[in-house]
Nanobody
Framework: QVQLVESGGGLVEAGGSLRLSCAAS????????IGWFRQAPGKEYEFVAT????????TYADSVKGRFTISKDNAKNTVYLQMGSLKPEDTAVYYC????????????????WGQGTQVTVSS
């Protein structure tokens, strides 16, 4: 059973940085892609970034490109989302998700989800 556990959220001032972690277990993830999504209050899930486990290839939403970086540590089975130049509009619950196969920006393409971690950016 795939398990994903996010951590690293918190309260930060605009312009600050945070690093989110997604610890993955239960499978060998070489054939998987891991995605980060977020959901702000009253809004739909929004794609943020994704990484293909075996290839390190990445995709970013335009809204975070140049500010966020997705990466992974194979030894720790952990995917990171380094967030910089944070803005109040980045405030949301951030989720990591896993899918078998290539990268996707579509919520429904992901089979496994973590419980989420809150990120709040104050102005």
């Amino acid at each position: 059973q795939v398990q994903l556990v996010e951590s690293g959220g918190g309260l930060v001032e605009a312009g600050g940085s945070l690093r989110l972690s997604c610890a993955a277990s239960g499978r060998t993830f070489s054939s998987y892609s891991i995605g980060w999504f977020r959901q702000a209050p009253g809004k739909e899930y929004e794609f943020v970034a994704t990484i293909r486990w075996s290839a390190d290839s990445t995709t970013y939403a335009d809204s975070v490109k140049g500010r966020f970086t997705i990466s992974k540590d194979n030894a720790k089975n952990t995917v990171y989302l380094q967030m910089g130049s944070l803005k109040p509009e980045d405030t949301a619950v951030y989720y990591c998700a896993a899918r078998e196969g290539g990268r996707s920006t579509v919520v429904a393409a992901y089979s496994y989800w973590g419980q989420g971690t809150q990120v709040t950016v104050s102005s």
